[in-house]
């Protein structure tokens, strides 16, 4: 994913200023500029950044600025958490308003469960830091020390005395102290937390259960008509006419165009705008529509095509070399047992349930946007280039977004209403039907890894060879990186040997929730299930030992671990000892190799780290006779850190991924055929229904470490913890995803 | 061809092709935006309203069958967010993105006039036709449940 890591030079500085009416406005800067880092004492450069703003009212309502866009993932009550925690505020006295991308702020985005690393730290520290000064600008009227005064629920006492201001009452003053260091600023002792590992429900939840108008699709602006545009069906493929004057009649149509687009799949592609007064009649008229399209010299791409060529590679050695340690080759001429198992897994649709739409006006060479968006400034950006615009007269207004998922990392569809607006000379809403979502989606990539194993008669893992075939654009990079040398179980094996190679091809691809490991985890941690049974071994006493195999890691730098899917490449790669404890508390949650399940029940066991989260699960899964899977429980154990922020949003988000990937690898799979994408719609890309929904038992385990996201590292074990199940219930292992194409009977 | 029925009490007379969901004339026409679009061909149920108390897709109604009808939309459900099953839905946190949200509450608000104690069986019965990408489906169950206690408690469960 294309999101910057926290880099190790940041460091926050405070200001603070009177607000208009009285009170107290902070900004907390961020500043990625080591030579004033070196230096605290300088005055901050002009291109510092904001982080965060907080507003002390003189009634004591705190207002806390969320920046970062709200996609279901809870960041807009769970960042304002931390502030009010330090701040040693009731909860019921914080409001949360949210902005528009703004250039003075960084990281306006979602996506890679980044938010809680990058901005934990500092915005405990920017409350703890007005908190400071509100209670400085009280001893200073009472005329005593600071450290004679406690705080709690927004009001400030003087010990000894009893005596006590409210912060709304100390606000103004306050404004007019110095700002604190926020690196030497006091912290509460994490067992005085009252806010930070509570259930707080979502701060837009009224908004969301009485139908508020919050969500991108439902933006209006004065004087928009609608717009509907259809693609080429084939990636790359162009428009070259259409039934103009037919379309032009057609009723409340008030223009239609052709689009010549772009060559970016991620960008503005060709096809034909229709722009109406309704969204029905604009609709409507797009059933008359005929296209004459120039296909392109991908017309005959299809996934049947992409299956032989995986196969044809893997006859050979890889492209290229990834890792190599030992001599794989020889150490499994040794072995005494060597299991091969190809395994493949679909390209997927994200399909969040609001579809990609945009509502743009483009006026006097300037453009604003209003939609849900995971990557304002990308949009920003990307709409900048394709109108020929400055990134600076591109407005974009962050609306809650009905899912994200990774697909709105792409902005296509901003670029796409921008442009419209622009040639129909009116403002317009674009809206994607579901159909147009799911044909042109940057999807998971479809990946083939090709293993061999090998266990000498002691029962060790001795070789593991991995040829991992992918895609690619432009010859050079892959739509997906492969495992790497710091992986589980890579430096668990003596003899390893992991390589790479690239089928050309033209269908966009993308991040989809944990991206990489959303399919990595299905084969590596199902292939890891073949070698324990091959070595004679429980699943989770087998991984228990490779870990053990495993030196510890070196401390993590300051400011924080590498983020990405398994530390970033050539680190040392995951905590060994984070990996083994969450897989012993997911084994004694569930009873793991506790009892004996009958033929057609039984349980499977996997563990990822991914996006700088720890999870294991456990899946109680059966399977009846007719070959139809139906999961009974899953037990899940994480380790993000030493503290959950909102538990509440915390369990849901955890629960939401884990039902995610059992979804994907029960039903999800998107085909390709003459160039364009077969599925089309729920009724043949389905989504996982209340009735196959199961029980997601729900554990934190807190360690000592950085406080890190949720949105993504509790998807990648389900997957194979399901398929690995399966084998245990009917002893059919499980290579290729989804479930739904797999026969599954038996007797 | 102009359509006149009721919109959380209130009539409504439209003017639009025959063959317009009512999904869009309540989004667009009325600007009742609660209601939302998720696929057009009713999979999803994210544009559940009541026609007449009936849950009923408003993607696949076309506005000509609604003539005199009466609608109830999440905007009419409570004044201000407080049916039990709203209730409900925010005491335990349901929502991830929200986006299915007021389409599964008008499933449940259906369901529990009908049967206001449904098993969990009874639930996913009522419920299964509505998607959720989020996958909150644990909490639903459990604020049905929930809701269903609220409205045996204080007995006030009479819209929609």
């Not at chain 1, 991108?216 to 609608?226: E, L, N, S």
């Not at chain 1, 991040?511 to 990489?516: D, E, I, Q, S, V």
Request: glycine share 10%.
């Amino acid at each position: 994913m294309e999101l910057v890591n926290t880099p190790v030079s940041r460091r926050s500085f405070l200001r603070a200023s009177a607000l208009a009416g009285g009170g107290l406005l902070l900004g907390s800067y961020v500043l990625e500029n080591e030579a004033w880092a070196a230096s605290p004492a300088a005055a901050p450069p002009a291109d510092a950044t904001l982080n965060l703003f907080v507003k002390i009212a003189p009634d004591g309502i705190v207002t806390i600025i969320s920046k970062n866009p709200e996609i279901g993932q809870g960041i807009k009550t769970s960042l304002p958490m931390i502030v009010a925690e330090e701040l040693d505020v009731d909860w019921k006295d914080v409001r949360v308003e949210g902005i528009p991308l703004d250039a003075r702020y960084t990281g306006q985005s979602a996506g890679g469960s980044t938010a809680t690393p990058q901005n934990y730290d500092n915005m405990r520290k920017t409350g703890a830091a007005a908190r400071a000064m509100l209670v400085a600008a009280a001893a200073q009227q009472w005329g005593v020390q600071p450290s004679e005064c406690t705080t709690a629920s927004g009001v400030i006492t003087h010990t000894s005395s009893g005596k006590k201001l409210k912060y709304g009452e100390v606000a103004e003053k306050a404004a007019a102290l110095p700002a604190p260091d926020l690196n030497t600023v006091t912290l509460k002792d994490p067992k005085n937390f009252k806010i930070l590992g509570t259930r707080v429900p979502g701060v837009d939840n009224l908004a969301v259960v009485t139908g508020k108008p919050v969500f991108g699709i439902d933006a209006t602006v004065p004087g928009m008509k609608y717009a509907v545009f259809e693609k080429c069906p084939v990636f790359g493929g162009k428009a070259t006419a259409f039934n103009s004057d037919e379309i032009a009649a057609q009723p409340g149509v008030f223009k239609a165009f052709i689009v010549e687009g772009t060559p970016n799949l991620s960008g503005l592609v060709s096809g034909v705008a229709i722009v109406a007064d309704s969204y029905w009649a604009a609709a409507s008229a797009r059933k008359k529509l005929k296209v004459t399209w120039d296909e392109g010299a991908h017309a005959n791409d299809s996934s049947v095509s992409f299956q032989a060529q995986a196969d044809a590679f893997a006859k050979g050695a890889p492209a290229q070399s990834v890792a190599k340690t030992g001599d794989a080759d020889a150490a499994l001429a040794s072995a005494a047992k060597v299991v091969e198992g190809n395994y493949f897994y679909p390209f997927l649709s994200h399909a969040p349930l609001e579809p990609m739409n945009c509502t743009a006006v483009v006026k006097d060479g300037k453009a604003e946007l209003w939609c849900s968006t995971q990557q304002a400034q990308g949009g920003q950006g990307l709409v900048a280039r394709t109108l020929g615009l400055q990134p600076a007269d591109v407005k974009v207004n962050i609306m809650r977004s009905g899912g994200g998922f990774g697909r709105r990392l792409a902005s296509d569809y901003m670029a796409d209403a921008a442009w419209i607006a622009k040639e129909a000379g009116v403002p317009v809403k674009l809206i994607w039907t579901r159909e147009d979502d799911m044909q042109h989606d940057p999807y998971r990539a479809a990946g083939w890894h090709y293993f061999k194993g090998g266990v000498d008669a002691g029962g060790k893992l001795i070789a593991w060879k991995n040829h991992f075939v992918t895609f690619t654009q432009d010859g050079q990079r892959g739509a997906d990186r492969a495992p790497g040398a710091g992986d589980f179980p890579h430096r668990s094996v003596p003899n390893v040997d992991i390589g790479t190679s690239m089928i050309p091809f033209n269908v966009p691809t993308g991040p989809l929730r944990a991206p990489g490991s959303n399919g990595f985890s299905f084969a590596i941690q199902s292939f890891i299930d073949e070698m324990a049974h091959a070595a004679g071994k429980d699943p989770v006493q087998f991984r228990l030992e490779l870990l053990d195999l495993i030196p510890p890691p070196a401390p993590a730098p300051a400011g924080g671990a590498p983020g990405g899917r398994g530390g970033a490449p050539g680190a040392s790669g995951p905590d060994p000892a984070r990996c083994k404890g969450v897989l012993q508390a997911v084994a004694e949650r569930s009873g793991w190799g506790k009892q004996k399940l009958e033929k057609g029940r039984g349980m499977g066991v996997a563990f990822y780290f991914s996006h700088q989260g720890y999870f294991a699960e456990v899946v109680d899964a059966s399977v009846s006779k007719a070959g139809v899977v139906k999961v009974n429980k899953v037990w899940v154990v994480g380790d993000v850190g030493a503290q959950i922020v909102n538990l509440s949003g915390a369990e849901n988000q955890v629960q939401g991924a884990v039902l995610d990937g059992l979804a994907e690898a029960l039903y999800q799979e998107i085909t390709i055929d003459k160039g364009r994408t077969v599925q089309t719609n729920f009724n043949n890309f389905p989504l996982m229904r209340m009735s196959a929904s199961c029980e997601v038992d729900v554990y934190f385990l807190k360690t000592e470490n950085r406080v890190t996201g949720l949105g993504e590292p509790a998807l990648p074990p389900a997957p194979p913890a399901l398929c690995n199940a399966i084998f245990a219930a009917i002893g059919k292992r499980i290579r290729t995803l989804p479930l739904s194409k797999q026969d599954l009977k038996w007797t | 061809m102009p359509v006149t029925f009721k919109v959380n009490g209130q009539s409504k007379t439209v003017d639009v092709p025959a063959d317009t969901p009512l999904l869009w004339v309540l989004r667009d026409t009325l600007d009742l935006k609660g209601t939302k679009f998720g696929c057009g061909i009713g999979q999803c149920s994210a544009c559940t309203v009541h026609i007449a108390g009936e849950p009923t897709r408003a993607c696949r109604t076309t506005i000509a069958t609604v003539q005199g009808k009466e609608v109830t939309t999440i905007e009419g459900l409570s004044a201000n967010g407080t049916h039990p099953v709203q209730r409900a839905w925010m005491d335990l946190d349901v929502p991830q993105c929200g986006y299915c949200q007021a389409g599964q509450i008008m499933a449940a608000a259906a369901l529990l006039r009908k049967n206001p104690k449904p098993t969990d069986a009874d639930i996913d019965a009522a419920m299964d036709p509505h998607l959720c990408r989020c996958a909150t489906y644990n909490r639903i169950r459990d604020a049905i449940h929930k809701a269903s206690t609220m409205s045996a408690n204080n007995n006030n469960n009479n819209n929609g």
